[in-house]
């Protein structure tokens, strides 16, 4: 439900200090949680953290699991994955206590907004809330209630406008004894027909910083202070955000953190806010350094021909030939995108397990960072031909592009190749990619990062003794391979009963969301790979760059202006995931029946349908999926199935998976790329009434367009393919300027075009590639719903991975050669 995936912030502190008294013991209690937490990345506490934690016993009201919660607030931990790891820990009555506030808390979901008007018009102001049952509205117009109908409801009507309605507004929103207030506000009205100024314009009046937080440097250890007074009346209240997440306990002028860790580095701005106004801040960003011996002092001894000793001390930083690092200003991205390739129903070599579960979590990982992500699984030779050429189509100057392939591969005379689906028993390089090609057309759009993560074995091909000559590349000190293995050696898989992971991706997961440059976080990885004892001596990380600037994939993306190219790029990637629109059929039965669709993948989604509706007469009653067209992957056997894991969605399963309000049936399409016409099937509804013993029949034919992927047509070849034998794979096809698949025949709208420049100029929907509240989220199914029949539907499923601590497990023996399949 929506409230559960709010973040532990958004609890009150009457309900945080409660919580916290449950969790303050040493059996069952903040260790435990801290431990439970770690399962993902972002919320794992460092050792300083959890001593941070202890220490708060030395103080007469300090409580470690109430730091605990604030550190899990600030890194926007949601409410869901805290009850999830509450009963991982079987604190029942934690869980029980959550469960239960939750559900009694009043959370405001619709805030009134400020509205200018002419006399005589109709101004509506919306306040709406979740909370228990039963929620009372109020509103008062200053200090005086209005009463009647209207004022008793979440919208208040004012109807004709008239000077006696300006003013300022408020709702209370109450439950008892419980009660929350809206926010103010303001009702103007507009006298002149000329063009009205703005509610609040930039130079507030009433309210003024007169101090700003200004950006700084520290070292872990420190004490980072912040300071941003202003003046108003009413007097000025105060709200810190840090990477634009709400810190609930800092609500002061004067943000102060003891003991900063690298958790806290990233940008920093104060809300200004009282009665009637609000203003925000300058952002300030902060940079938090490892301590060490390069903040002491330099001593430069000159001898000189005349053996005269010189001495000159320069303060940290200062030294002539040691130039101060860029600040976390000067490095960011012009965009992200990614494409992941997963590749696993080869047709004349070994089956692959691990790929649909690692494109599945790296997808997850990549989009909380901000990266448009196109995710593939099962691709021939064509679709990943023409599946890169739209991919290098999304890259501009200063983009950061990553490529992951996970599937099978192999390296000659130092070019990587990664094998398509369809390659046959002997393949050579004219079957296959070769990843230097690539990255030569990369550096043509003069990228920012250029990241390249080859999940496959690096053994060489003895059938290929051609040496490809891949084009010149460029000196630009932004390129950055990880191996998942070293030269002439394999990669393996974990297969497991429930989910098969590769062993690279296990221990990438664990550092990936890490804010540190792209080089040491793999270093980190390849660490930890060396103490896995399964794969000592098998199988290495081995990372090639020469990446001169301190490039992280967590770099914030800064655009000066939304210039055609990104408008395309924005444009591009949001046409690769549109899925259809929740339907509704009426059948002559009486029946209502609702099909929905969900992203597993780019090129694969979920069908599902729901009876929503049937006359009491009718006992039983299910609708069915049948007549697919050939192009599609569906597997009959599994089609129209009670449960997501029956219908074959393994990437996508979750242990105590909430049942929804209404049962449901899925289909699981796959190949989606290679759809060549709008999508058609028939849904064949069965029924029985309860005075009759034989079932009934009703069809009906839906067709829902081109969903996901299969809108960029990656069946079709893209350009004339040149073969010769020094260069295997020719991506000359990527030059041909003003020409994609994206323009061809649609675009989000339906509308037929055949030009780049028409997505340049026409693209009006703005994809950032995520946000706080979007892209930031979980990879769990988007679901398409309608607001009028469910409000709040249900998330499908979420992910689930072969935990870390289960990959260093002394289970797992070379022994059992079962176990591990090379890639």
């Not at 209690?29 to 934690?53: H, I």
């Not at 008239?162 to 929103?173: A, E, F, L």
């Not at 199988?539 to 090639?544: I, K, T």
């Not at 395309?568 to 929905?596: M, T």
């Amino acid at each position: 439900m929506e409230e559960w995936k709010r973040s532990i912030g958004t609890l009150s502190d009457e309900i945080l200090i409660k919580l916290a008294k449950m969790l303050d013991n040493s059996t069952c209690g903040w260790r435990q949680l801290a431990n439970a937490v770690s399962e993902q990345p972002k919320f794992r506490c460092s050792e300083r953290e959890l001593t941070s934690c202890s220490l708060q016993v030395l103080t007469a009201a300090g409580s470690p699991a109430r730091t605990m919660l604030t550190l899990l607030a600030e890194r926007s931990c949601s409410l869901d994955f805290l009850l999830h790891c509450l009963r991982k820990m079987e604190h029942q009555e934690a869980v029980q206590f959550l469960t239960t506030a939750v559900a009694e808390q009043i959370q405001i979901t619709v805030q009134p907004q400020s509205q200018e008007a002419a006399p005589g018009s109709n101004v509506v102001l919306t306040c709406r809330a979740s909370g228990p049952p039963g929620l009372g509205y109020q509103w008062f117009k200053g200090k005086q209630e209005i009463l009647g109908e209207s004022g008793n409801s979440s919208e208040l009507v004012l109807c004709p406008l008239s000077p006696t309605h300006q003013g300022h507004y408020i709702c209370r929103i109450s439950h008892g004894e419980k009660f929350v207030f809206s926010k103010w506000a303001q009702v103007r009205l507009i006298i002149s027909a000329g063009c009205s100024s703005s509610l609040f314009p930039g130079s507030v009046s009433g309210l003024h910083i007169i101090q700003r937080p200004q950006s700084q440097a520290a070292s872990e250890g420190d004490t980072l202070v912040l300071e941003c007074t202003a003046e108003g009346n009413p007097p000025a209240q105060y709200e810190w955000y840090h990477n634009k997440v709400p810190m609930p306990q800092q609500k002061t002028s004067s943000l102060r953190i003891p003991c900063v860790t690298t958790a806290h580095r990233g940008e920093y701005t104060c809300k200004v806010f009282n009665l009637y106004h609000e203003v925000w801040s300058s952002t300030a960003t902060v940079t938090i350094g490892p301590s060490s011996v390069t903040d002491a002092s330099w001593v430069e001894v000159d001898r000189g021909l005349e053996s005269q000793e010189v001495h000159k001390t320069y303060l940290p930083g200062t030294h002539p030939l040691a130039s101060s690092p860029p600040s976390a200003k000067d490095v960011y991205a012009t965009d992200k995108v990614a494409l992941l390739i997963g590749n696993m129903n080869y047709i004349y070599h070994t089956q692959l397990c691990a790929p649909i579960s690692d494109v599945h979590e790296l997808t997850n990982l990549l989009r909380q960072l901000d990266f448009k992500v196109v995710s593939l699984l099962d691709l021939n030779w064509q679709e990943m031909h023409s599946a890169v050429t739209e991919f290098l189509l999304l890259l501009d100057k200063g983009v950061y592009g990553l490529l992951y392939f996970a599937g099978h591969g192999y390296e000659n005379y130092g070019n990587s190749f990664m094998v398509p689906i369809d390659a046959p028993v002997s393949y050579t390089s004219e079957h296959c990619l070769c990843v230097q090609n690539i990255l030569t057309k990369m550096q043509e759009k003069k990228t920012g990062l250029n990241v390249f993560l080859l999940d496959m074995c690096r053994k060489r091909n003895p059938h290929d003794d051609v040496i490809v000559q891949p084009g010149l590349l460029k000196v630009t000190a932004n390129i950055v391979f990880g191996y998942a293995t070293c030269v002439d050696a394999e990669a393996y898989e974990v297969k497991r009963e429930d989910v098969s992971n590769g062993i690279f991706i296990n221990f990438l997961k664990q550092r990936v969301c890490e804010d540190e440059k792209v080089t040491v976080m793999l270093d980190r990885v390849a660490e930890d790979m060396g103490r896995c004892v399964i794969t000592r001596g098998r199988q290495a990380l081995e990372l090639r760059s020469n990446l001169s600037e301190r490039r992280s994939l967590t770099d914030r993306i800064q655009v000066s202006q939304c210039s055609a190219s990104s408008s395309a790029r924005n444009l591009q990637w949001a046409i690769a995931h549109v899925l259809p629109e929740s339907r509704y059929l009426q059948f002559d039965c009486g029946v209502k029946v609702q099909l929905g669709f969900a992203a597993e993948f780019s090129n694969v989604m979920v069908i599902y349908t729901r009876i929503l509706d049937k006359p009491d007469e009718i006992v039983s009653c299910s609708a069915q999926l049948t007549d697919f067209p050939e192009d599609v992957d569906i597997d009959l056997k599994k089609s129209n199935q009670e449960s997501l894991l029956e219908a074959g969605c393994l990437s996508l399963i979750k242990e105590e998976l909430p049942s929804p309000e209404t049962h449901s049936l899925y289909t699981h399409i796959r190949s989606l790329q290679r759809l060549k016409r709008e999508l058609t099937f028939t849904i064949c509804l069965h029924y029985t009434y309860s005075n009759m013993d034989e079932e009934v029949q009703e069809r009906q034919q839906v067709t829902v367009g081109k969903p996901l992927v299969s809108k960029l047509n990656l069946h079709e070849p893209r350009a004339a393919h040149v073969s010769s034998a020094s260069s295997s794979f020719s991506l000359d096809s990527f030059n041909v300027p003003g020409c994609s698949s994206f323009g061809e025949d649609l675009s989000l709208t339906g509308t037929a075009s055949n030009t780049w420049s028409h997505h340049a100029q026409s693209a009006s929907v703005s994809f950032t590639g995520g946000s706080p509240t979007s892209s930031r989220r979980a990879n769990v199914p988007e679901e398409t719903d309608s607001p009028e029949i469910l409000d709040n539907p249900r998330p499908l499923v979420a992910s689930k991975s072969l935990p870390h601590s289960k990959v260093n497990d002394s289970n797992y023996k070379f022994s059992d050669m079962y176990n591990f399949h090379s890639y």
